[in-house]
């Protein structure tokens, strides 16, 4: 647990470094394009989505690293997910100044406006309220492929390994390979077991 702990910490860390980095760039900004990504950001529901999206994920995360670690008994994960979610929400004004400098590095002033025109239209407004739906859809979609690949990659290699005279993979092995293999389909960091 101390370790899923400190990996935590680690992420938290990296996030408030790039925070400060990107925090130093909003001063620059025009006030118009800041005005624009403002609206922009409350159109698109980009923030407001947020705690939906801590509340689907979190959770998922969590029952990943229950599997992984077993020993560790459900009321101390019922915790750690009750205390990351909110400390996940707590923080999320943080969050701003940091999104508002990536939209201004990623996108022209002209371009930013032209997407508040779109998430101002009906296809926008759609977009917004059909994507928390539409991801949770592609995660389940995407890990269910990643494990039918992991699978098949685990028969090949034990049967190429064979036929070339290498050790198979061991039964242990599989469902680490199905793991790494879901979590790169659904854009989620392979969990190989590192936290045993």
Request: proline residues 5%.
């Amino acid at each position: 647990m101390t370790k899923i702990v400190c990996y935590c910490g680690r992420i938290a860390a990296a996030i408030m470094i790039i925070s400060l980095v990107q925090t130093q760039g909003v001063a620059a900004m025009d006030a118009e394009k800041r005005a624009n990504i403002e609206v922009l950001l409350k159109g698109n529901g980009m923030l407001a989505n947020m705690p939906q999206i801590i509340d689907l994920l979190i959770p998922q995360i969590i029952g990943d690293f229950k599997k992984i670690n077993s020993e560790i008994p459900d009321k101390i994960w019922d915790e750690f997910t009750k205390v990351g979610i909110a400390e996940l929400k707590r923080s999320l004004p943080e969050l701003e100044e940091p999104v508002i400098a990536m939209y201004d590095a990623n996108f022209s002033a002209d371009e930013i406006k032209q997407l508040v025109v779109f998430y101002q239209s009906p296809v926008g407004r759609k977009i917004v309220v059909q994507l928390p739906q539409l991801a949770q859809q592609m995660m389940a979609m995407g890990q269910t492929w990643g494990e039918r690949a992991g699978d098949a990659c685990s028969r090949a290699h034990s049967c190429g390994g064979k036929a070339e005279g290498l050790r198979a993979l061991t039964p242990a092995v599989s469902p680490i390979i199905r793991r790494a293999a879901a979590a790169a389909s659904s854009g989620g960091r392979p969990r190989i077991g590192c936290f045993r």
